[in-house]
């Protein structure tokens, strides 16, 4: 690999550029998976799904798939990031990234810890049937299928480091897997499991769950960051006239029914799927909207990680 010669400034990191200013925000923002959560949150948790008499084993199956979903999503966003790295040029971009991947890692401790300590116990004291993270159950056809689309996009850069190639990178990771699955994701637990977001989509009252909301607010805030760089690259890509706007929206548009079968599957009887399903569907178009015009702002990075309970926001 040739080295490139940096001959545009004297210092070696441009620490207000945009993936500079994004390293500093992650590094200012730093959190721990167990420090950071407090234990007394996992345990209220617990003690609360323990002690709500009305829970049935198919509503608790359906938290434990959601918690399932995450936990593999994030170690294979872990796994898959790698190849990025490699490709780009620019310190500023590989420092930004290395801080994503280290993100990534932690947020796959979270869902493993959340696990350990309230999934298993909850399940054990109600009687229910102890399932492992990695059971084959929690993953259709279609999980499987955005996530090793998603690998073999990452592994393309390694072959054949093309403009359009990265293009495709961004929107399977950043934007199919992160921004839309993720976050939608992460507004169906915050209206089910605390105060915010919709209000009619669980079948119930389900306890307020403070652990595993307070943990997914923590990776929201990361996630804000690793969105707003994949968009930032894509519409930089676009703008130069590398890559086509239609490339974008195509490979985009191809993945969303992957999206819309994974969140309709788990929702059954227990969660209703569609103000989900419009919610991420709303959210890809607003993408879109902003990835393909060069004039289009992005929002500032701080607007990006502010996290207000689950309303959505500008950023979102
Ligand atoms: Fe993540
Ligand atoms: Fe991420």
Known sequence: MTQVEDTDREMRIDPDGFAGGYFRNAVYRHWDPYEDIPQADLEADREKLIGDEALTEEEFEAIRRNVALFGAGEEAVTEDLAPLSLVLEDVD?????????????KHTQFFDRYWREVIDPVAEARGFESTRPTDERYF???YVELFDKNEAAMQRLLEEDTPENRAEA???????????LAQTGYYGIQ???????????????????????????????????HVGFGMHK????VAEGKVDASVVQETLQSLMPHVAAIVQEGYDDTFDPLPLVEYSSEKLQRRIEIITDSEADLPDVDELVEIEGA????AD
């Open 93 to 105: 971009d590989q420092m930004f990234v290395s801080s994503q991947i280290y993100e990534e890692a």
């Open 311 to 314: 309303q959505p926001t500008a």
């Open 140 to 142: 259709d056809d279609d």
């Open 170 to 180: 961004y929107c399977h990771y950043h934007l199919v897997i992160e921004s839309v």
């Open 191 to 225: 209206s089910s499991f605390s105060d915010g977001g919709a209000d009619d989509l669980a079948a119930r009252e389900f306890p307020d769950l403070d652990g595993l909301v307070g943990g997914i607010t923590k990776i929201r805030s990361d996630e804000g960051r």
């Open 234 to 237: 894509v519409q930089q890509l």
